[in-house]
């Protein structure tokens, strides 16, 4: 109903705008005098001016958007500049113009507003720029341009969509950790060790990135002058060092940190060299399988960037119901913000079959565990469960001090 009043309206502001120089001529000519004249011919250029506006075509205007790049990480700034072209000179009082993107974006804080307000005159080129000081994680879309002008009296005015489609991608904010293996699984067993994968030295299988504590006779010196970087051989593993992660994907207020840290997890494990693998169960099961290298790394930081907290089932019945724990000989890590004995009994009964499990404990800043979840931790302990509390901005120290709590 709302768009089949808009042409009625057009119309109806522009007989209004008719009615008023006719109703100014008469008076002019019927009164007579300097006073009667000079308010006609004083309304007449804005009255002429509407009808060339109601005549303009905001169609001939070109508006592009320029954003630096299109991947970026939770929190970092983007200054998107936006590029108006005009093909004619005809004066134009204003132009309100609004960028339309997705509501994660539109209600972010920005310190330019996207819409904005220009005043082109005769320009025929002109530009804007507005900043969203802290994006938030997830795949956000720029949909198209909204454009407003009108005259100053206000009797005409004019709005026109331009479409004008961009994507940028924000992954997960991430906080460097020094990944310490709590478990190594020898082919003859399982054995406690927090030493870094030992090699077999006797068969390199490729070649990756230099990292402390390499060899100086593991460097490749002939990859390293190629790529202008140091590389050293990779190494077959003696032992299986492989990580499996699962991400609690239920609905809470520490999702974020949940995601995050996560993310900071994954990174830690494969930049020390060894394989991880990712389960999430949200609106849809994704499921990694165990990898390693930077295309895993990509992957995954690719997939927490779009993951919501959509799942339907709770940790535990997750849980319980993937059959794929019983098959893998892993390292097992948990990440979760909800502590509840169902989870831990079914924990309890995963690590009986594959060692003991590590599972950490997202809480906000300076958030005290509650009596609830202490008597939880401590029958987690006596299940064999490794329970880590990791706080909200301190990370980092979610291996420097490894102790059970």
């Known amino acids: 109903m709302k768009k089949l009043w808009i042409p009625f309206k057009k119309v109806w502001k522009f007989v209004i705008l008719l009615f008023l120089i006719l109703l100014t001529f008469s008076y002019a000519m019927f009164q007579g005098g300097f006073v009667s004249w000079f308010l006609f011919y004083s309304f007449l250029p804005f009255a002429l001016y509407c009808i060339c506006l109601s005549f303009y075509s905001l169609k001939e205007l070109e508006i592009t958007r320029q954003i630096p ?43 330019k507003n996207s819409k904005a307000l220009v005043l082109p005159g005769f320009k025929k080129e002109f530009s804007y720029e507005y900043i969203i000081d802290e994006l938030p994680r997830g795949e956000h879309k720029f949909h198209s341009f909204l454009v407003r002008t009108g005259d100053i009296l206000g009797l005409v005015e004019k ?28 082919d003859q067993g399982m054995t406690a060790s927090r030493e870094r994968v030992q090699r077999d030295t006797t068969l390199a299988i490729g070649i990756r990135d230099y990292q402390p504590g390499d060899r100086f006779s593991w460097i490749n010196w002939k990859a390293t002058a190629k790529r202008n970087e140091i590389m050293t051989k990779e190494f077959e593993q003696r032992q299986s060092h492989d990580v ?162």
């Open 159 to 186: 709005e026109k969509p331009h479409e004008s489609e961009s994507k940028i991608i924000v992954y997960p904010a991430y906080t460097e950790l020094l990944y310490r293996p709590f478990e190594t699984h020898f």
């Open 244 to 405: 499996f992660i699962v991400m609690d994907c239920a609905p809470d207020m520490h999702f974020e940190g949940i995601v995050s840290f996560t993310a900071s997890l994954l990174r830690a494990v494969l930049k020390k060299g060894a394989q991880t693998g990712l389960l999430t169960i949200s609106r849809e099961r994704a499921s990694f399988p165990i990898k390693g290298g930077e295309n895993q790394l990509q992957q995954l930081f690719y997939h927490l960037a779009r993951i919501e907290a959509k799942s339907p089932s709770s940790f535990d019945k997750v849980l319980e119901t993937e059959g794929m724990f019983v098959q893998q000989t892993v390292s097992f890590l948990l990440v979760t913000a909800q502590l509840t004995k169902p989870l831990i009994e079914k924990a309890g009964f995963l690590g009986q079959r594959k060692g003991k499990i590590t599972l950490f404990l997202i809480k906000g800043q300076q958030e005290a565990p509650s009596e609830n979840e202490r008597s939880l931790i401590a029958l987690a302990n006596a299940r064999n469960i490794r329970v880590l509390m990791v706080h909200e901005g301190e990370f980092a120290s979610a291996f420097s001090e490894v102790k059970l709590r």
């Open 69 to 111: 790049k299109t991947d970026y990480n939770a929190g970092e700034p983007l200054k998107v500049m936006v590029n108006v072209k005009r093909n004619s000179r005809f004066p134009i009082f204003y132009f309100l113009i609004e960028d339309q993107m997705d509501e994660t974006l539109m209600y972010s804080q920005q310190k």
